[in-house]
């Protein structure tokens, strides 16, 4: 099958221009000047699909390097399958996922990553690889590890946070580093002081604080940049590549910005809500409406300008990657385990869908440049996850994941507008989006056009992916 892709501007990391795109089967096989004769008089003519892109932007397929599909948390589990949230993402012009497999205490890291290879295999709609969150450091662990690694699962989490269930001591998160660091692997870590905020939901639910918006005020900025800082010394001590998770804190960032500028390998995610959203205006809602928005690390206060120095961290180039934490919870039955006590509040919200728009409304804000809304939403993700140059990139060889999106569209977010994650809410009602992602290509299969899914369960393969093409 031959597609061929012309009128419309490629957006890549470093720049754009008119150029247009020729499509083998799966795979970008030429990137040509308009009106090109090298490979044919008319391509367009020789094509089993045409796609005219005329005004509009042609960029890779979305790379989300942080979603948790079916994850188990809270007392239930996230409400998107990976058929119905890889679905969802598709409709977004993200094309690849890399989820996260959980080990718990008493698990061997192997079998936990077949559980989840079992979860998503015959279900997704685009390409998805594994992370490897190590719930249990031990010396079983460490060197499951290694034959991870060669599975093609090179990036592995660690959590500061959630004592009891997922938390890691510095003990353990130093054993594991120097696992990662001898490997060549990237350690991940959600930086809180797990220890320290248990104590404070402890103090605010006695003092009868019991509503979402104090979800937020217990894990004050202070907890995620102490972590950050300590997470960042523990690599340095260890030489692992360290990636730090949906970080939220002006605090935290700086701590970041400060490891790169003496050369560590440090990088930094931030995610839409921390981008968009508030303690104040969303956490602080009336009554449990706040619940919509509770997720770890938390929305930050507008007042304290979290929000407008994450911008100008990813203008900077400090904010590697922007991804989605997308961990999707209804209202019903879910959130509403934690009416009157928010430390029972599952922590997620549901993006996977929306990430690729609000980050282009940064675009036309004058936030980010469009270049870097492709460097941080596709190209990086794909070269940090070793996936580059065969995700993240409009050059031939790649897989023919590609997005048309028309910067004079428009797109309506919520319930019964754009919404096809499986919750009974839109964390993201109500916004309103100066673009639209009108087809999508995973692997030159159109998954998505004019306003029409044509994509399938299935369609997805697992990505065996090698170590990081992004450190100094």
């Not at 701590?255 to 303690?279: M, W």
Request: proline letters at 4%; hydrophobic letters at 40%.
């Amino acid at each position: 099958m031959r597609t061929f892709i012309h009128g419309g501007t490629v957006v890549s990391a470093t720049g754009s221009q008119l150029l247009d795109v020729l499509i083998e089967d799966e795979t970008i096989v030429a990137v040509l000047q308009p009106g090109s004769t090298a490979l044919g008089a008319d391509l367009a003519a020789a094509a089993d699909t045409v796609i005219d892109a005329t005004a509009k932007y042609v960029i890779p397929g979305g790379v989300d390097g942080h979603t948790h599909m079916q994850l188990p948390f809270g007392g239930t589990e996230a409400s998107d399958t990976f058929e119905t949230g890889t679905r969802a993402a598709a409709w977004g012009g993200t094309t690849t996922i890399v989820d996260f497999a959980v080990q718990k205490p008493g698990q061997r890291v192997q079998d936990t990553l077949a559980q989840w290879h079992d979860k998503a295999t015959g279900q997704c709609a685009i390409d998805y690889g594994f992370h490897q969150i190590i719930g249990d450091v031990n010396d079983e662990s460490l060197k499951g590890m290694s034959e991870l690694v060669g599975e093609g699962v090179t990036s592995f989490k660690l959590f500061m946070a959630y004592p009891g269930v997922f938390y890691s001591d510095d003990g353990q998160i130093l054993r594991a580093m120097q696992s990662a660091g001898e490997l060549g692997a990237l350690m991940m870590m959600h930086a809180e002081n797990g220890i320290a905020i248990d104590v404070l939901v402890e103090q605010a639910l006695a003092r009868g604080d019991t509503s979402p918006y104090f979800h937020g005020t217990s894990r004050p900025w202070q907890m995620e940049e102490e972590a950050t800082h300590r997470a960042i010394m523990l690599a340095q001590l260890t030489g692992a590549p360290l990636y730090v998770v949906h970080v939220s804190a002006k605090q935290a960032m700086q701590q970041i910005v400060t490891a790169r500028d003496n050369g560590q390998n440090v990088f930094a995610e931030t995610c839409p809500q921390y981008l968009y959203l508030s303690l104040e205006e969303q956490l602080g809602a009336p009554g449990f409406e706040g619940a919509k928005w509770v997720c770890s690390t938390p929305l930050r206060s507008r007042a304290e300008g979290h929000q407008d120095e994450l911008w100008r961290f990813i203008r900077t180039g400090d904010v590697t990657a922007v991804s989605t934490d997308h961990c999707p919870f209804c209202m019903k039955d879910q959130k509403e385990l934690g009416v009157g006590d928010f430390s029972k509040i599952p922590n997620g919200i549901g993006g996977v869908e929306h990430r690729m728009d609000l980050l282009f409304q940064g675009v036309k804000d004058g936030r980010i440049s469009l270049e870097r809304w492709v460097e941080v939403c596709c190209t990086t993700p794909a070269r940090m996850f070793g996936m580059y140059p065969r995700k993240g990139v409009i050059s031939p060889g790649a897989d023919a994941d590609v997005v048309i999106y028309d910067p004079n569209g428009h797109t309506s977010i919520g319930l019964g507008k754009t919404h096809h994650m499986n919750m009974d809410h839109s964390a993201w009602e109500g916004f309103e989006i100066d673009g639209h992602v009108d087809t999508v290509l995973s692997r030159g299969r159109v998954i998505v056009d004019d306003g029409a899914y044509h994509g399938r369960a299935g369609h997805g393969r697992f990505i065996r992916r090698g170590l990081s093409q992004n450190l100094v």
